[in-house]
C-alpha cells in the first residue's frame, strides 16, 4: 500500500528553522518524483519543492535560497529543511509523490502544519 505521512511541523518564530519529514511506503525513489507542497489558508494549493529520481531538484521562487529537499533512501523519508522563516510561509505543507508509470494516482499525505509568527 502506498502511503506517505508527514512530520515535523510546529511554531516557530520568523527566522527560525524547521525540518519536515515524509516517511513513505511502497514507493521506489528511483522511479518516484518527490515533491512538496503547502496550502494556506483561503489560498489554493501551491508547490514549493520537488526531487527527482536522479537527483535534480526544483524549487518556487519563494523559498528558494531558504530551503532544501532531500532524501534518505534506507529510511524512506523524504525531508524538506525550511530556513529563514517567514510568517508567509505558514501554511498547511503536503508530502506528494509521482509514479510516471500511474500518472492518474499522484500519492499525497494528510499534511502537517507550519505556523510562523513575527
Known amino acids: 500500500q502506498v502511503q506517505l505521512v508527514e512530520s515535523g511541523g510546529g511554531l516557530v518564530q520568523a527566522g527560525g528553522s524547521l525540518r519536515l519529514s515524509c516517511a513513505a511506503s511502497?514507493?521506489?525513489?528511483?522511479?518516484?518524483?518527490m515533491g512538496w507542497y503547502r496550502q494556506a489558508p483561503g489560498k489554493q494549493r501551491e508547490f514549493v519543492a520537488r526531487l527527482r529520481p536522479g537527483g535534480s531538484t526544483n524549487y518556487a521562487d519563494s523559498v528558494k535560497g531558504r530551503f532544501t529537499i532531500s532524501r534518505d533512501t534506507a529510511r524512506s523519508t523524504v525531508y524538506l529543511q525550511m530556513n529563514s522563516l517567514k510568517p508567509e510561509d505558514t501554511a498547511v505543507y503536503y508530502c506528494?509523490?509521482?509514479?510516471?508509470?500511474?500518472?492518474?494516482?499522484?500519492?499525497w499525505g494528510q499534511g502537517t502544519q507550519v505556523t510562523v509568527s513575527s
Open positions: 506528494h509523490s509521482y509514479d510516471p508509470r500511474t500518472p492518474e494516482y499522484p500519492v
Open positions: 511502497g514507493i521506489i525513489f528511483s522511479i518516484n518524483t
